[in-house]
């Protein structure tokens, strides 16, 4: 059974930091692409940023030179560091594994349950 759990989520001030994590069980970790999403209530999943298996990282222009993906393959975990956190932010952030190599919710086979970012102003 495929698990992905997300974590780190919380309550932070414009311009701080937070560092999520997500912890995977059920496939093999390394084979996969690793992708973050965030979604607001009432809109589409948007993407965020991704970790190829070979650890390349691509990010979208909103949060480009802000957040960084990185992962570790012993330990089956993704981390999202998120700086200069700004309230638009705000979001419900998704982890997830694909074997495709793309920024679209559709290419991800597998989805963490999210976790609760918020900014305060």
């Known amino acids: 059974q495929v698990q992905l759990i997300a974590s780190g989520g919380g309550l932070v001030q414009a311009g701080g930091s937070l560092r999520l994590s997500c912890t995977v069980s059920?496939?093999?970790?390394?084979?996969?692409?690793m992708g973050w999403f965030r979604q607001v209530s009432g809109k589409e999943r948007k993407f965020v940023g991704r970790i190829t298996w070979l650890g390349n990282t691509y990010y979208s222009d909103s949060v480009k030179g802000r957040f960084t993906i990185s992962r570790d393959n012993g330990k089956k975990m993704v981390y999202l560091q998120m700086n200069s956190l700004e309230p638009e932010d705000t979001a419900v952030y998704f982890c997830?594994?694909?074997?495709?190599?793309?920024?679209?919710?559709?290419?991800?086979?597998?989805w963490g349950q999210g976790t609760q970012v918020t900014v305060s102003s």
């Open positions: 997830a594994a694909g074997t495709g190599s793309g920024r679209s919710v559709a290419e991800y086979e597998y």
């Open positions: 059920g496939l093999t970790f390394n084979r996969y692409g």
